[in-house]
C-alpha cells in the first residue's frame, strides 16, 4: 500500500449543537491532489483546520504525513502550509517585503531571505510588482503571493483552501499552473474548492463531503460514471417548448429531466443509451424542435446534484458554520 499524507477515523468537530464534522474517514494518499468537495457548509474547512492544527477535533483520530494531529501538532505544523480562503499577507508591505519578513520567521538570514523571496517573486511571475504594496496589486497578483508566502519553505504537503474563488479565468488558470508545478517538485496537494471544472482538471481523486460526513470517493471519472452511463442536454429552437420537451424526455428517457438556468436548456443523467434515440425522434414527430443536443459522460456539477441534492451554483460561498 502507498504512503499515505493524511489518515483519519471517525473525525468530528461540533461548534455549539452544530455537528460541523460527524465521523469522517479519509486515507490521501502521497502525492498528486486529492479534491475536497461539498456545498456550502458541509464541513471542508473545518476538516482543513484539523488536519493543519488550527483546532482540535472533538473526537476521532488523526495523522498527516506519520505525525499524530493531536499529540505531535508541531511535527505536523513543520512539514505542512496552509493558504485560506483570504490572503494571509500583510496589505501594507510590499510583496518583496513580505517573502522576506516570512522567511526571516523561517529562520532565513537577511541576505538568504531576500534570494529566496526574489525567486518566488520571479516563480509567480511578481518581479515587477516586488517593490508595490500588495494592497494595489490585482485579485490574482494577491493570490499568487498568498500562495508564495505558503511555500517560502517548500511544504510536504499544502492545504488549498478555495484559492480561486473570485479571480477571473485567466488568474484561475495562472493559480491551476502553479498547483501543477508544485506537484510536479513532490508536493501533496488537498484541494477544496466551489468550482467543479477546477476539480476536474486538477485532482486525481476527490472525496465528497455533505453534513460533515464523506458521501462519495473517487476518480472524477468514477464518480461520474457512478451516477449514470451518460448525460443527454438539449437545447429547444422555443423557450415557450421546454416545458412540453420535458415531458417527452421524462416519458421517453425514464429519469429525471433538470431544467438549467438556460431558458431553452434541459439535462438528464441516463442509465439506458438506447432510449437516447427514441427520445429525439418523439421531440422531432411531436414538433419540438433542437438547436441542439449532446451526449456525453455527466459532469461533475451533475454528480454534485445527484450526490447532495443540490447544484454546485447554489453552494458557492463560505462556510458560515465554520467561522466558529
Known amino acids: 500500500m502507498a504512503e499515505l499524507a493524511i489518515e483519519t477515523h471517525g473525525l468530528v468537530k461540533t461548534y455549539g449543537s452544530t455537528r460541523a464534522v460527524d465521523g469522517v474517514d479519509l486515507a490521501i494518499e502521497r502525492g498528486g491532489v486529492h479534491g475536497f468537495l461539498g456545498p456550502n457548509g458541509a464541513g471542508k474547512t473545518t476538516v482543513i483546520r484539523m488536519l493543519a492544527t488550527l483546532v482540535r477535533a472533538d473526537a476521532g483520530t488523526g495523522s498527516v504525513l506519520g505525525y ?87 511544504p510536504e504537503l499544502l492545504f488549498l483552501d478555495e484559492p480561486t474563488t473570485g479571480l477571473d479565468p485567466r488568474s484561475r488558470n495562472e493559480v491551476w499552473d502553479i498547483v501543477r508545478a508544485m506537484v510536479d517538485f513532490g508536493t501533496t496537494v488537498m484541494l477544496t474548492t466551489q468550482y467543479l471544472d477546477e476539480a476536474d482538471a486538477l485532482a486525481d481523486r476527490i472525496s465528497v463531503i455533505d453534513s460533515g460526513k464523506i458521501i462519495a470517493e473517487g476518480t472524477a471519472t468514477q464518480l461520474k460514471a457512478s451516477v449514470g452511463a451518460g448525460a443527454l442536454h438539449v437545447r429547444v429552437m422555443e423557450r415557450e417548448e421546454r416545458d412540453k420537451a420535458r ?14 438556468t438556460d431558458p431553452q436548456a434541459l439535462s438528464a443523467v441516463i442509465d439506458d443509451r438506447t432510449r437516447v434515440t427514441r427520445a429525439l425522434s418523439a421531440l422531432d414527430s411531436e414538433g419540438v424542435g433542437l438547436a441542439q443536443f449532446s451526449l456525453g459522460q455527466p459532469t461533475l456539477d451533475e454528480v454534485f ?8 451554483a447554489e453552494t458557492a460561498g463560505s462556510e458560515t458554520e465554520e467561522a466558529a
Do not use: C, H, W
Open 68 to 154: 499524530d494531529i493531536a499529540s505531535q501538532a508541531d511535527e505536523v505544523r513543520s512539514r505542512v502550509s496552509l493558504t485560506g480562503q483570504f490572503a494571509s499577507v500583510d496589505e501594507d508591505l510590499s510583496g518583496l517585503e513580505n517573502l522576506r519578513l516570512i522567511a526571516k520567521l523561517y529562520g532565513y538570514s537577511p541576505k538568504a531571505a531576500t534570494r529566496r523571496a526574489n525567486e518566488l517573486l520571479e516563480a509567480f511571475a511578481l518581479t515587477d510588482a516586488r517593490d508595490r504594496q500588495v494592497k494595489k496589486y490585482s485579485g490574482g497578483m494577491r493570490r499568487r503571493i498568498d500562495i508564495a508566502a505558503s511555500i517560502v519553505v517548500t
Open 247 to 260: 415531458e417527452i424526455l421524462i416519458r421517453e428517457l425514464g429519469v429525471e429531466v433538470e431544467l438549467p
Open 305 to 312: 446534484l445527484s450526490l447532495t441534492g443540490q447544484p454546485a
